[in-house]
């Protein structure tokens, strides 16, 4: 089963554009986590925050969380066509179902046109 | 170069073959993780250990799944009898602290 669920499932903008992807959750988190996915491939981290912290940046990322409101955002700024790929948030908790795993949400695909 | 070593990369096989996954993590990670992803989909946990121990099985690992890892170093995973519904990339991670490092995975294709 999945924890989140990412919104909007697809995502095209144009190059130069902003990319806001959200996340929502179930249970309570240690932390949450972003990964990219290009196609057919594994998975990279992104950023991590943890369920005490509200804001967090790393170069054109910047990652949002509520926990009173079980959501997370992350937004990419000044797109490129190479952050062309599915975007998936995870959550890290004690109530997960699965224990100490990660738990992810179906994604977002982003499309970024030049 | 993520750190995480999957093979073989890609797998095609016959229903009703087994077939297994070989998991290699950082070696300084005692945690090790199996995925199963769908074209689509998000990773679905299938299983964990810590070290050699396996401490946590999902419900979508049936009894045709069987993961191991021996000396808690490298991890196998093995599908006896194959189905289509099978087919899927098969990920590993494996983690110290709260840093997942995921390998690229394989592909399994059923035909």
């Known amino acids: 089963s999945q924890q989140g669920e990412e919104d909007p499932q697809a995502l095209s903008i144009q190059e130069g554009e902003n990319a806001t992807m959200n996340c929502s959750y179930k249970?309570?988190?240690?932390?949450l986590q972003w990964y990219r996915q290009n196609s057919g491939r594994g998975l990279v981290h992104l950023i991590l925050?943890?369920?005490?912290?509200r804001e967090k940046h790393s170069g054109r990322l910047r990652v949002t969380l509520d926990t009173s409101k079980k959501s997370s955002s992350l937004l990419i700024t000044a797109s490129r066509a190479a952050d062309t790929a599915s975007y998936f948030c995870?959550?890290?908790?004690?109530?997960?179902?699965?224990?100490?795993?990660?738990?992810f949400g179906k994604g977002t695909t982003l499309s970024v046109s030049s | 170069d993520t750190g995480v070593s999957q093979n073989p990369r890609h797998k095609i096989t016959k229903r009703g073959q087994n077939v297994t996954f070989r998991c290699d993590p950082i070696?300084?990670?005692?945690?090790l993780y199996w995925y199963r992803q769908t074209l689509g989909q998000g990773p679905e946990f299938l299983t964990y250990?810590?070290?050699?121990?396996?401490?946590?099985k999902s419900r979508l690992l049936s009894d045709r799944f069987s993961a191991e890892r021996p000396k808690g170093s490298f991890s196998t995973l093995e599908i006896q009898r194959t189905e289509q519904g099978d087919s899927a990339m098969y990920l590993c991670?494996?983690?110290?602290?709260?840093?997942?490092?995921f390998g690229s995975g394989t592909r399994l294709t059923v035909v």
């Open positions: 991670a494996s983690r110290v602290g709260s840093g997942y490092t």
């Open positions: 249970t309570s988190i240690n932390n």
């Open positions: 925050i943890r369920s005490n912290e």
């Open positions: 995870a959550t890290d908790g004690p109530t997960n179902q699965a224990g100490t795993a990660l738990i």
């Open positions: 070696s300084e990670h005692n945690r």
């Open positions: 250990f810590q070290n050699e121990a396996q401490l946590e």
